[in-house]
């Protein structure tokens, strides 16, 4: 009995899969209690499907998700991350490319880009955020950092530049600048 359950719930995973009902698949999956080795063929079809499409994102996720081989993994999100950087959207690129495992080289260089174009943008916070997550150079940090101090002084914000100060271990001279502001 125990077996015609599993191979029912098989065959109502597949068909699931099919459709590109994945929520639904992974709910049947749970609800039937279904192995990962008796789903290898219908995912392997879905995930052969995504990439046909063009959907490397999903590929990658069903691959991770049910443990295709590594090189399949690799592979779909290696071309996600390519078209992400394409698109010119660098910080889910790197973060991304981190989630997946890519190699530290392509992190570096998807978080360097997203640096650089906060820093274009004169978004200093946020480039600064971005050299602390991917634990870029320090020297980018620091004049992210910096450089976020200075417009928050500029436009008022003591208070603001001064948590800036603090977090990024800017000089001693700013985080006493900053607190003259406020007092």
């Known amino acids: 009995m125990a077996e015609s359950n599993l191979a029912e719930g098989a065959k109502l995973f597949a068909a699931k899969m099919d459709l590109g009902a994945y929520m639904e698949a992974a709910k049947i999956k749970a609800d039937y209690g279904l192995p990962q080795d008796m789903l ?12 046909k499409k063009g959907e490397y994102s999903i590929a990658a996720d069903l691959a991770k998700k049910y443990d295709l081989p590594a090189d399949l993994r690799l592979d779909a999100a290696m071309r996600s991350f390519q078209r992400k950087m394409g698109s010119e959207f660098y ?18 260089e998807a978080a360097t880009y997203a640096y650089q174009n906060s820093m274009s943008h004169s978004l200093f916070k946020n480039a600064a955020e971005i050299a602390d997550q991917f634990q870029l ?12 101090y200075e417009q928050h002084m500029q436009t008022g914000l003591y208070r603001k530049a ?22």
């Open 40 to 51: 290898q063929e219908s995912v392997r079809r879905a995930y052969d499907a995504n990439l």
């Open 91 to 108: 910080l889910a690129a790197a973060e991304y490319a981190k989630e997946f495992g890519l190699p530290e080289s392509m992190v570096r």
């Open 137 to 148: 150079p320090a020297s980018m940090r620091r004049e992210a950092a910096t450089k976020s």
């Open 162 to 183: 001064l948590k800036i100060a603090e977090k990024y271990g800017l000089p001693e001279d700013m985080v006493a600048a900053a607190k003259k502001k406020l007092s």
